[in-house]
């Protein structure tokens, strides 16, 4: 069983930065990738950004592109998302998540990752 653990999420201001990292433990940890969601009151659950593990392809929101970057280490099993020049809309609980050993359809349907962690509050003040 596949657990994830978000850290590093917090209060900032507009145009600030945050670096938020997810742990993942497992017997056999090897996912084909793994994915950020953000979920804000009231409103779906999102897509951010997702990267495959072995090769390293990323994939972003337009909403986020150009200004967070995900990346992981694969010797540690641990994924990350910084975040810079953050706004106000984005604040949000962000959720990591991991899919299974296969690619199974695209990355920003949540549907493709069974496993998801509880998230961590970012939260941007004008």
């Known amino acids: 069983q596949v657990q994830l653990v978000e850290s590093g999420g917090g209060l900032v201001q507009a145009g600030g930065s945050l670096r938020l990292s997810c742990a993942a433990s497992?017997?056999?940890?090897?996912?084909?990738?793994m994915g950020w969601f953000r979920q804000a009151p009231g409103q779906e659950r999102e897509f951010v950004a997702a990267?495959?593990?072995?090769?390293?392809?990323?994939y972003y929101a337009d909403s986020v592109a150009g200004r967070f970057t995900i990346s992981r280490d694969t010797a540690n099993n641990t994924t990350y998302l910084q975040m810079n020049s953050l706004k106000p809309e984005d604040t949000a609980v962000y959720h990591c998540a991991a899919t299974g050993r296969r690619y199974t359809g695209p990355y920003y349907y949540r549907r493709n990752y069974p496993y998801w962690g509880q998230g961590t509050q970012v939260t941007v003040s004008s």
């Open positions: 990267i495959t593990w072995n090769a390293g392809r990323t």
């Open positions: 497992g017997r056999t940890f090897s996912p084909y990738g």
